[in-house]
């Protein structure tokens, strides 16, 4: 299961919550990030996050993501799921195909064969993506960030946050399957409530399968 959306949606917070209440119905969950998840894709989320790769422009940054996903998916998400695990993650696929396809202006093709061959077939059961106002997701995450230096892409401009939105929504109704669009601007606890009701119902249909991402 992968969480999606703007600056300051609440991703991180709604995963920790769901892990606890997944773990106290008897879950085995895994939660992770991208990028990040693992070390190697930890060392690279520093680059990336830093603004390091911006210069060297946006197909860069792509490969670098990529390099970052499949050492993530290889050492830490399919072992997860191969042992039965429920596995949350804070970004995934449809980050770059938004931040690096849609406002990186990189080709869907280009993106696409990024995508599998870093993404080898392990697709989230459930998207959820988190949509909120940028202008308000970007002051929650001032507020959370304090003195601290804005990343590579919380500081860009907020036209580019506004395609990132539009660019979410899309996917979320290109692939309804998967994605499920949950309103972040109400409280926390109304989120959340949703979240665990979603992630409920696709646990449910899904109880067969041999694997939860």
Known sequence: MTFEGGEGAGKSTQITRLAEALRSQGHDVV????PGG????????????????????????????AAARSDHV??????????????????FMDSSRVYQGITGALGEDFMSKLERVTVNDTIPDLTVILDIDPE????RASARRG???????????IETHRLRRQGFLKIAQQEPERCRVVDAARDAESVFAEILALTNTALRERSGATSHV
Do not use: N, Q
């Open 38 to 65: 693992s070390p190697g894709a930890e060392a690279v989320r520093h680059v990336l996050l830093s603004g390091a790769a911006e210069p060297f422009g946006s197909s860069m940054e792509a490969i670098l993501f």
């Open 74 to 91: 290889e050492r830490v998400i399919k072992p997860a799921l191969h042992a039965g695990s429920i596995v949350l993650c804070d970004r």
């Open 136 to 139: 308000e997701g970007l002051h």
């Open 147 to 157: 003195d601290a230096t804005a990343d590579r892409f919380e500081k860009e401009e």
């Open 31 to 34: 939660v992770t990030r991208e």
